[in-house]
C-alpha cells in the first residue's frame, strides 16, 4: 500500500510544535519531526512551526497559534513549559502534551500535571496512572517520509536474523536464552553493549538509513521491548505499547516477529502481520515457518507495511489527537 493511504484535508489555524530542552535526544528530535510532518498533513506545512522550548513563549506571542503541542520528556529540570502555556492561554491556544517517553520517566509527571489542557501518553497501561483528568492514550507511529520505503521483491534477503538497538538488561536476557538456536544462523545483532557476546553480535550504532538497509538484506527482525527506566519508581509501570520501532520497521519493509509480555501487539497488527514468541520453543518453531519459505515472508512483510500505511502513520494519530480535541472541547 502506498503512502497516498492517509487523508490528505486540511484544517484552518496554526500549530507550534513545542520540544527539547538542552539535553534533547537525537532520538527525541526525531519523533519531532516525524509528529511534525503529521500536523503538516492536515494542517498545511506552512501552518505548522517548530520552536525549541527556550524561544516557544515569544514565538506564540507572534506566531498567536491555534495549539501549542509539546512532545518528548518532561524529565529534566530545565524542561519547564509554564511560561509556554501561560502565553498560550493569552492567545487563547489549547495546549497539549504528548509524552513520547512514558512509562520510562513517569514518576516527574507532575511537572506538567497542572500546566496543560491535555495530555496525552504514548503508553495504554502508564496513562491510567496520571494524577489528573483529561489524559488519553495516543501511541507512535511511523512517519511515511521518514520510514517508508517500497519493498524490493528481488533483493537478496543475506541476513538470517537482525536486531538493532541498546543491549538492555531484558534483551540480552532474551537473546541469550535464544543463542543456541541463533548460533546456527547468520545473524547480525547491532548495538551498545553486544559486542561482549561474540560472533555476529557488535557494539556499533547504525544511522537510519543503514538500518533501512540491513531491513531490505535481512529474512527476519526481531522486535525486542526496552527495559531501562530513569523515573519509573513509584509504581514500576511495565510497558505494554509497542514503541515507535515496531511501526517505523514495517513500514521500511521489514519481517519482523515481535517478543511479547503483553498481547497490546494484536491492538495494532495481526499475527498474519507482525507473528509474536514469547519463550525459546515459540521463536524456533517461528524460524520454521518463515526462515526458508521467502513468498511466506514477502507476504507477510507486505500485509505489515500495508496495516502501518492504512492506521498507523504520525497524520492517522493527529487525526485522532484532532478529535478527541474537538469533542472534549478544547479548540477555539
Given amino acids: 500500500m502506498a503512502k497516498s493511504a492517509e487523508k490528505t484535508e486540511k484544517y484552518s489555524g496554526k500549530v507550534l510544535?513545542?520540544?527539547g530542552g538542552r539535553f534533547e535526544s537525537q532520538a527525541n528530535a526525531q519523533i519531532r519531526e516525524s509528529i511534525m510532518a503529521g500536523w503538516a498533513k492536515v494542517f498545511g506545512e506552512e501552518n505548522v512551526i517548530a520552536a525549541n522550548i527556550?524561544?516557544?513563549?515569544?514565538?506564540?506571542?507572534?506566531?498567536?497559534?491555534?495549539?501549542?503541542?509539546?512532545?518528548?520528556?518532561?524529565l529534566p529540570e530545565s524542561t519547564y513549559f509554564g511560561e509556554v502555556c501561560r502565553e498560550a492561554r493569552k492567545v487563547g491556544a489549547a495546549t497539549v502534551f504528548w509524552?513520547?517517553?512514558?512509562?520510562?520517566?513517569?514518576?516527574?509527571?507532575?511537572?506538567?500535571?497542572?500546566?496543560?489542557?491535555?495530555?496525552?501518553?504514548?503508553?495504554?497501561?502508564?496513562?491510567n496512572f496520571y494524577?489528573?483528568?483529561?489524559?488519553?492514550?495516543?501511541?507512535?507511529?511511523?512517519?511515511?517520509?521518514l520510514h517508508y520505503r517500497p519493498i524490493n521483491e528481488t533483493t537478496e534477503r543475506t541476513?538470517?536474523?537482525?536486531?538493532?538497538?541498546?543491549?538492555?538488561?531484558?534483551r540480552k536476557d532474551i537473546v541469550r536464552g535464544l543463542l543456541p538456536t541463533l548460533r546456527n544462523l547468520n545473524i547480525k545483532i547491532v548495538g551498545p553493549g553486544w559486542g561482549e557476546l561474540g560472533v555476529g553480535f557488535?557494539?556499533?550504532?547504525l544511522e537510519k538509513e543503514q538500518l533501512v538497509q540491513f531491513y531490505q538484506h535481512s529474512k527476519i527482525v526481531l522486535n525486542l521491548?526496552?527495559?531501562?527506566?530513569?523515573?519509573?519508581?513509584?509504581?514500576?509501570?511495565?510497558?505494554?505499547?509497542?514503541?515507535?520501532?515496531?511501526?517505523?520497521?514495517?513500514?521500511?519493509g521489514a519481517m519482523q516477529i515481535f517478543h511479547e509480555d503483553t498481547y497490546e501487539i494484536r491492538r495494532y497488527y495481526t499475527k498474519d502481520e507482525i507473528p509474536s514468541f514469547s519463550n525459546k520453543r515459540d521463536f524456533d518453531r517461528l524460524l520454521d515457518v518463515y526462515l526458508d519459505n521467502g513468498a511466506l515472508r514477502l507476504e507477510t512483510t507486505k500485509k505489515a507495511q500495508a496495516r502501518t500505511m492504512a492506521e498507523h502513520t504520525y497524520g492517522h494519530r493527529i487525526r485522532e489527537a484532532l478529535d478527541i480535541l474537538n469533542k472534549g472541547g478544547f479548540l477555539p
Fill in 159 to 170: 541476513i538470517d536474523v537482525l536486531f538493532c538497538g541498546v543491549a538492555f538488561t531484558n
Fill in 202 to 205: 557488535s557494539d556499533a550504532r
Fill in 225 to 252: 521491548g526496552r527495559s531501562l527506566s530513569f523515573e519509573n519508581k513509584r509504581f514500576m509501570i511495565s510497558p505494554s505499547t509497542p514503541g515507535p520501532r515496531t511501526y517505523e520497521a514495517a513500514a521500511a
Fill in 131 to 145: 494524577t489528573r483528568p483529561n489524559v488519553w492514550h495516543l501511541p507512535l507511529a511511523a512517519c511515511p517520509n
Fill in 99 to 127: 509524552a513520547t517517553e512514558d512509562p520510562y520517566e513517569q514518576d516527574a509527571s507532575y511537572r506538567i500535571t497542572d500546566e496543560f489542557d491535555v495530555v496525552f501518553s504514548c503508553e495504554r497501561w502508564g496513562s
Fill in 54 to 74: 527556550n524561544g516557544a513563549a515569544a514565538s506564540i506571542q507572534y506566531l498567536r497559534p491555534t495549539i501549542v503541542f509539546a512532545i518528548g520528556s518532561y
Fill in 17 to 19: 510544535i513545542c520540544s
